[in-house]
């Protein structure tokens, strides 16, 4: 990593594929290592960043560009391409930053036995733990593969079919084992385009008194407050909750 590539201050680096690097206010520490973005662990995207031979995330809006070890990666895992973060958001971008995908790792890390988020394997998908909890029981079904297949439109039509079967059977079970009043289900993939759903549990009162008055969609909950470290469950609760989804599951699949 010691060419860089073209600077940006946001949006997509020159030419097609390259990381978004969202604005953000650098206080002068520093540099740390920021590698694309990445919508998996919420519904905006996030820095993920290097730091002292550890990967972890860094939320927009955040002026100190706080690091928070990201507990799915290992310290000194490997980084196949980086964006220096700079003043002002500014970002030198490493060309071998243009086809990453972390969900595509993330899967990998359940193949290998290594994602403590994993749930359940269906036939179209992956059933995982969202890292961050304010929303509890948010859970995200990841599509198996990637390559081509980046909209729904892309997949043959009984693939689609089941896939959709399946984000529903895995939506009511996470409303069954979270108690959720109602379920918000999301496929973007602006931060990443391999298809995957965003299945949040809700209920009253869970963006306190934001949006219209406490009543909205989840991205009108500050992202600071979203993604604060003390949302993350500690090892015991995450148990529990894989737990109580597989359970559910069982009775629907």
């Known amino acids: 990593m010691t060419a860089k590539g073209p600077e940006v201050n946001s949006g997509r680096a020159a030419g097609d594929g390259g990381p978004y690097i969202n604005p953000c206010e650098y206080s002068g520490m520093a540099p740390k290592i ?16 290097v730091q002292d031979n550890a990967v972890g995330v860094a939320v927009p809006g955040d ?6 070890p990201d507990p799915q990666l290992p310290r000194n895992a490997p980084v196949r391409a980086a964006a220096q973060v700079g003043p002002k958001g500014t ?8 086809n990453m995908c972390f969900i595509c790792d993330r899967i990998e890390q359940i193949k290998n036995g290594a994602n403590p988020y994993f749930v359940r394997e269906l036939e179209t998908g992956y059933v995982v733990i969202g890292d961050n909890q304010h929303f ?5 079904f990841l599509y198996k593969h990637h390559e081509g297949k980046t909209e729904l439109f892309h997949l043959e039509p009984r693939e689609r079919a089941k896939f959709m079967e399946e984000m529903v059977l895995v939506s009511e ?12 289900c999301e496929l973007l993939g602006n931060g990443d385009a391999h298809l995957h759903w965003h299945l949040f549990p809700r209920r009253s ?6 949006g219209n008055n406490g009543r909205g969609p989840v991205w009108w909950y500050p992202m600071e ?3 604060a470290d003390d949302n993350r469950p500690t090892p015991e609760e995450l148990e529990d909750m894989k737990q109580r989804l597989r359970a559910e599951l069982d009775k629907l699949i």
Do not use: Q
């Open 63 to 68: 002026p100190s560009l706080n690091f928070h």
């Open 34 to 49: 920021a590698v694309g973005a990445d919508d998996l662990i919420g519904p905006s995207p996030v820095y993920r960043i």
């Open 91 to 98: 970002a030198n971008i490493y060309p071998e930053v243009r």
């Open 225 to 227: 407050k979203m993604y």
């Open 205 to 210: 009162g869970d963006i306190e008194s934001c």
């Open 136 to 140: 509890r029981g948010y859970t995200l």
């Open 173 to 184: 079970a996470v409303s069954r084992a979270f108690g959720a009043e109602k379920m918000n």
